[in-house]
């Protein structure tokens, strides 16, 4: 579905609106570094501001002990600051 008007930006967005994503995933989907899809993130949500939707963050998440009390919710921490694991959930993003 993609048409050569939008840029990836704007089709993270429209992937957002119909359904959360992690941002490995669109950076699998779309062809980029996960480091640039937080770029095009923040921009998005940025972007956002003077309208009625939003960028929702689920937090990255401890599989080993559950701690979700990150202080960055974008980025995908290396280590769980409770239990030292290094099993941390990416965050989850998603328009509203």
């Known amino acids: 579905m993609r048409t050569e008007s939008e840029t990836t930006r704007q089709r993270i967005a429209d992937h957002?609106?119909?359904?959360?994503?992690a941002p490995g995933t669109l950076a699998t989907e779309f062809g980029v570094r996960t480091g640039?899809?937080?770029?095009?993130?923040?921009h998005?949500?940025?972007s956002l501001a003077p309208t009625d939707e939003q960028l929702l963050v689920a937090p990255p998440t401890c599989r080993?002990?559950?701690?979700?009390?990150?202080?960055?919710?974008v980025n995908r921490p290396s280590r769980c600051?409770?239990?030292?694991?290094?099993a941390v959930e990416e965050p989850t993003f998603t328009i509203r």
């Open 44 to 46: 998005i949500a940025q």
């Open 36 to 42: 640039t899809v937080l770029s095009h993130v923040e």
């Open 81 to 86: 600051p409770d239990c030292k694991s290094e």
């Open 64 to 73: 080993e002990c559950g701690f979700d009390a990150f202080d960055d919710l």
């Open 16 to 21: 957002l609106r119909h359904e959360p994503a």
